[in-house]
Structure formats: structure tokens, C-alpha cells
């Protein structure tokens, strides 16, 4: 069975006008009407209208739920919420434009990443992303610590 991976980090470029092409890979999810906006790390998240939906009325029922404080919910308003905007992509060559604020946000430069995960894309500045990951490899690390033994990631029970 073929599994189609709907994740990566892709190597992208931003041209003169600030706009960054949608790799060939994740395409497909990525067309039309997109909702961009600031990430909660100095990148730029890009999601569908319908992901967007989602993140707005999943932050509603979490933030009542867990009983967020005003500041909390002010915070979360205004670094994603009062960000967002709707950008096109142009369907001949999946170029999409980074309103001027946002690449200012992440530092981006000519040379840039995109990341797809979890539903949604990132665009980051590739130094800024490095430093990121080298703080993910350091808790990764730990968490693969607590699961020796436990887990075996790379064999499930068919392959055995």
C-alpha cells in the first residue's frame, strides 16, 4: 500500500514582488483562496479557508473550556487573529503573495522554507527555522529517551 505524504519541508524562494511558490508536493491542498497569517514562532502560517474555520472554532472551544484569562485570549487575538488575511494563489504557478508585514515578522529573505504539517503550511527564514529545529531535536531527543523500550517506531507487528 502507497501512503501519500502530506508533510515535508520543502526548499522555496521569495521573489521581488513577495511571493513564494507552493511546492509541486502539497500543491494539490494548497490552491485558490488561503488565509495567511502571523505563526506562533517567527514563521507565516497558510491554511484553507475550511483549516482556518477549524483553528478559529477550535481556539473558541479550547479557550473557554480551559478557562483562558482575558490576556491569554487578547494575546492569541492579536498575534494570529488580527494578522490574518486572505491571499490567491495563482493557479499557473502556485505563486502566493506575503503581504509585506508578515515577511517582515518571520525575516524573510530570498531564500526560504516551506514546512507542511499538521493541516497547514509554514514559511520560514531558513536561519530562523535552523535554530528551531536544533530546539526540537533537543526535546525530541529527551522524548525518544522516555520511550526506549516501549515503542519501536520503525517496525509495526506486520512487517515482523
Request: hydrophobic content about 35%; some cysteine; charged content about 30%.
Amino acid at each position: 500500500m502507497e501512503s501519500v505524504l502530506e508533510t515535508g519541508t520543502f526548499e522555496s524562494t521569495l521573489d521581488d514582488k513577495g511571493r513564494v511558490v507552493i511546492p509541486i508536493a502539497v500543491r494539490e491542498r494548497y490552491t485558490g483562496r488561503l488565509v495567511i497569517m502571523q505563526g506562533k514562532d517567527l514563521c507565516v502560517w497558510v491554511m484553507p479557508a475550511g483549516t482556518y474555520d477549524h483553528f478559529m472554532k477550535t481556539f473558541k472551544k479550547t479557550s473557554k473550556e480551559d478557562n483562558w484569562s482575558s490576556e491569554e485570549i487578547e494575546a492569541f487575538l492579536y498575534q494570529h487573529v488580527s494578522t490574518a488575511q486572505v491571499v490567491d494563489v495563482d493557479p499557473k504557478t502556485g505563486r502566493m503573495p506575503i503581504p509585506a508585514f508578515l515577511r517582515s515578522y518571520a525575516n524573510l529573505s530570498k531564500d526560504c522554507l516551506v514546512v507542511s504539517i499538521n493541516g497547514h503550511l509554514e514559511i520560514w527564514n531558513e536561519e530562523l527555522n535552523r535554530s528551531f529545529m536544533e530546539e526540537q531535536r533537543i526535546i525530541n531527543k529527551n522524548t525518544h529517551r522516555k520511550s526506549i523500550g516501549k515503542a519501536n517506531f520503525f517496525i509495526n507487528g506486520e512487517d515482523e
